[in-house]
């Protein structure tokens, strides 16, 4: 959590890039990591008011609207999406070949479905962000290939990117294209490259005379990448004389000469993803396709997934509603002990839970979709937070699926309907939303993401007081700084709204679960403080701590989400008052733990022991079964160079 004190880097997004990528050490890592972070709130932000432990319901509620116009032109898409969807995409087939038809992606094209966030100026349908992850959640429902294809190409893809920092030029020689068909990729991800970019491997050089540069370097895990005609690749310019280099964003041809697709990447689950392994060598690309300028690529990469991520939670509430309605069917007709199964408790609970959570994800959805779409507020940490409570949480909803239908739950769809029963495919819900948990950034990054804009405000002012490098002479400055702002702030956390038995008492039956959100909200900004009194400059190998502190504060969003809109729809959907009151019940006993494992843990202990598993020293524990062969390495090494196998790229060809 340590903050970085170069301010040309931190401004222009570049960051200190090591001499030799692959050969960095931890600080130079996190500086790299720390220069790409928006450091600017130019905008309101509830999340971070919330860690801040100030609860600004004023920012949500009343519960923001569509634009009238946009919406009925969206619902019209959305109705003919349908409409397609259900009558021609065979989501069992795809399931089945590995493979989205061809004529699927004609059909997709014909809608305007990969143009769902360009402009209408350049062809696409400019779908608002609430609409757009509405038709994901409809694609995802009949194939969570379609989904990933589109979503892919849309929210990480060429289109986001240029959106919004690509210059007049590109967007009118590229967005064309893409909605009208093509496929984008995004290719950032390399053989021993993951969540640390300080390491990226792929260089692209400029060439003598200025037009251009070389790129050269293999990508892996590129979704679309095998279908991408269009592609933002993320490469190391090297620094020089004159220049000063970095990570930069290219858009570059999916047919330039040098390009080869030397695999099709196979997963257990969305079989039907056009996932690769790319290699480039002296690929020219033209100085015309940087995105952004130079060094600017990771700035443009999280910048772009701060309403990218959104695609992710739109598909796990689809996947929450299709397992809440199989769950209810199922439980409803199945009888055991003279009842449904429904109606026993142990069965019951899973229900609630259920429906509940799904509510829960959909509302901190829609939230995030409307704040994105009003361009008034800065939703990075909404954003990360419904990302990762989705993820999480629809991954229970599957389990729990599995565990309500028994054996038909671990049964495939096709065996289903060869014994002539219905073929609800659980077990490939269970396999497809497994990835989510680590697409776009994993539970763990994403904890660390989340923790560490929780804390700006504090490593703001007091970050050199806990900045080994910092002098003397910056530690008694931030020293200053940081006992006028806490002289401010630390009162504010003792008393607040959320003590006074009538608060909130617009909100009926909610108004104690908001007056709880508030109390838990100075709650969690008391305890962040505590922890960075107490442990200072290790903060940031808390890493357990900060993600309770992350889940705390996902919980408290998703509560004060659901009552704004249950309120907002007390009158035209009075039920989901009852879900907003189960909701908030359900995420108070999650709150309650988490506070209490901050303190009672058992985090030091399985550090420690984690250090005596590496060492071996209890490698007799593995001895009795048979394990992987060790004839080959963890991570696959490449070289530079031509490809030496053939090119496996896939070209969709055109609709007769």
Known sequence: MTATHNSRSTSEGVGPLPGEAGQVSEKEARQVAEAAREIAWDRPSFGKELFLGRFRLDLINPWPRSDPADAARAEEFLAAFEAYLRSEVDGAAIERDARIPDEVFHGLARLGAFGMKIDRRYGGLGLSNLHY???????????????????????????????????????QRFLPRLAAGEVSAFLLTEPDVGSDPARLATLAEPTPDGAGYRLNGVKLWATNGTVATLLVVMARVPAAEGRRGGITAFVVDGDSAGITVERRNAFAGLRGLENSVTRFHDVFVPKENVIGGEGKGLKIALTT?????????????????????????????????????????AV?????????????????????????????????????????????????????LVQIRGGRGYETAESLAARGERPAAVEQLVRDLRI?????????????????????????????????????????????RAGAFYARWLPTLAVGRGQRPKAYAEFGPLAGHLRHVERCSRKLARSTFYAMSRWQGKMERKQAFLGRV?????????????????????????????LADLFCRQARVRVEQLFTALWENTDSVDVAAAKRILAGRYASLEGGVVTPPADAPWVARWQPGPATVPDVRRRIPPPR
Request: net charge negative.
């Open 348 to 400: 019951a609970q899973k229900l609630a839970f259920m429906a509940a959570t799904t509510y829960g994800m959909e509302t901190m959805l829609d939230l995030c979709c409307l704040l994105a779409d009003d361009d008034r507020n800065d939703i990075r940490i909404e954003a990360a937070l419904v990302k990762l409570y989705a993820s999480e949480m629809a991954w229970e909803i599957g389990d729990e």
């Open 305 to 345: 997934l701060n309403t990218g991520r959104l695609s992710l939670p739109a598909m796990c509430v689809g996947a929450g509603k299709w397992a809440l309605h199989v769950a209810r069917e199922w439980a409803a007709d199945r009888v055991q002990w003279g009842r449904p199964v429904g109606e026993h408790e």
């Open 550 to 578: 992350v889940d705390i504060g996902a919980e408290l969003f998703a509560m004060s989400a659901v009552c704004v809109r249950a309120y907002a729809e007390k009158d035209t959907r009075p039920e989901n008052v009852e």
């Open 133 to 171: 992850c509405r038709a994901l959640m409809l694609a995802g429902s009949v194939s969570p290939a379609v989904g990933a294809l589109l979503s892919a190409h849309q929210s990480i893809g060429v289109p986001q990117p240029l959106k919004m920092f690509g210059t007049d030029e590109q967007k």
């Open 436 to 480: 989510n948990r680590i697409f776009e950034g994993s539970t763990e990054i994403m904890h660390l993401l989340i923790a560490r804009e929780a804390v700006d405000a504090h490593l703001s002012v007091a970050g050199d007081i806990v900045d080994p490098d910092a002098d003397l002479g910056r530690k008694a400055r931030a020293g200053a």
